[in-house]
């Protein structure tokens, strides 16, 4: 099981079934709510994911057409997001309590990646999102 929180707790939320991937987005965006060089994202089916606590305390804000970003309206934290009807997850790897049992798959958007930042190990690179047959086997 995967469990986390946000930064002052108020939000908790566990994920039943085990993970499917860990990637790493250099989008703009990204970089802009993670603060740093790359947004860290765990993904996992949504039918395990369930809020523990503090559900009444996210927000969420649309940061492009259809694209939302959640977070704790007291310690402004970043949280889960449910998407495609809440089939699926994506969880902000620095919320996950404990080993999420894996591992980070791939480097995306890196087209608009930060200039100050060098990507020096040897997973898989796009400049874009990775087309269709890249996510098969983590599905």
Same mark, same amino acid.
């Given at each position: 099981m995967?469990?986390?929180?946000?930064?002052?707790?108020?939000?908790r939320f566990?994920?039943?079934?085990?993970a499917?991937?860990i990637?790493?987005?250099h989008?703009?965006?990204?970089?802009?709510?993670?603060?740093?060089?790359f947004g860290?994202?765990?993904?996992?089916?949504?039918?395990?994911? &369930?809020?523990?606590?503090?559900?009444?305390?996210?927000?969420?804000?649309?940061?492009s057409?259809?694209?939302?970003?959640? /977070?704790?309206?007291t310690?402004?934290?970043?949280?889960?997001?449910?998407e $495609?009807?809440?089939?699926?997850?994506?969880?902000?790897?620095?919320?996950?309590?404990? $080993?999420?049992l894996? &591992?980070?798959v791939?480097h995306?958007?890196?087209?608009?990646?930060?200039?100050?930042?060098?990507?020096? $190990?040897?997973?898989?690179?796009? =400049?874009? /999102?990775?087309?269709q =047959?890249?996510?098969?086997?983590?599905?």
């Amino acid at each position: 099981m995967v469990e986390g929180a946000c930064l002052c707790g108020a939000v908790r939320f566990e994920i039943g079934s085990p993970a499917q991937f860990i990637n790493y987005c250099h989008c703009s965006m990204c970089r802009k709510v993670s603060g740093s060089a790359f947004g860290s994202f765990l993904h996992a089916h949504g039918s395990s994911f &369930r809020w523990v606590a503090g559900q009444s305390s996210i927000a969420q804000y649309e940061s492009s057409p259809g694209n939302f970003r959640a /977070f704790c309206r007291t310690c402004g934290a970043s949280v889960p997001v449910l998407e $495609d009807n809440g089939s699926h997850v994506i969880v902000p790897a620095g919320t996950i309590n404990g $080993d999420p049992l894996v &591992r980070p798959v791939v480097h995306i958007h890196t087209a608009s990646k930060a200039p100050w930042h060098e990507i020096t $190990d040897a997973l898989p690179q796009f =400049e874009a /999102f990775p087309p269709q =047959e890249f996510w098969a086997p983590y599905e």
